[in-house]
């Protein structure tokens, strides 16, 4: 079993920034694919970036040039930078390990709260 823990969500306004962090009870991220996703009241969740086991990145298409998904590995710690925060920004936040398609792990999502 591995637990996830998110960090760094809270209130910002338009234009600002957030660091979210994942921290994982043992060392995971180089082993396979990592991601942000967001949900926001009444939608689906989405992914928003992910990072794979060697180190590539894929953004989705409304969050390319302000949010930067990264790894350390050492601290066994995933991390997106948020920058040019927007209110439809707005959602809770989750980090995911997936292992297999069948054998993934969620955090507990932290929120995130951009006004305008």
């Known amino acids: 079993q591995v637990q996830l823990v998110e960090s760094g969500g809270g209130l910002v306004q338009a234009g600002g920034s957030l660091r979210l962090s994942c921290a994982a009870s043992?060392?995971?991220?180089?082993?396979?694919?990592m991601g942000w996703y967001r949900q926001a009241p009444g939608k689906q969740r989405e992914q928003v970036a992910r990072i794979d086991s060697g180190g590539s990145t894929y953004y989705k298409d409304s969050v390319k040039g302000r949010f930067t998904i990264s790894r350390d590995n050492a601290g066994n710690t995933l991390y997106l930078q948020m920058n040019s925060l927007k209110p439809e920004d707005t959602a809770v936040y989750y980090c995911?390990?997936?292992?297999?398609?069948?054998?993934?792990?969620w955090g507990q999502g932290t929120q995130v709260t951009v006004s305008s």
């Open positions: 043992r060392s995971i991220f180089s082993t396979n694919t």
């Open positions: 995911k390990y997936t292992v297999t398609f069948l054998n993934f792990y």
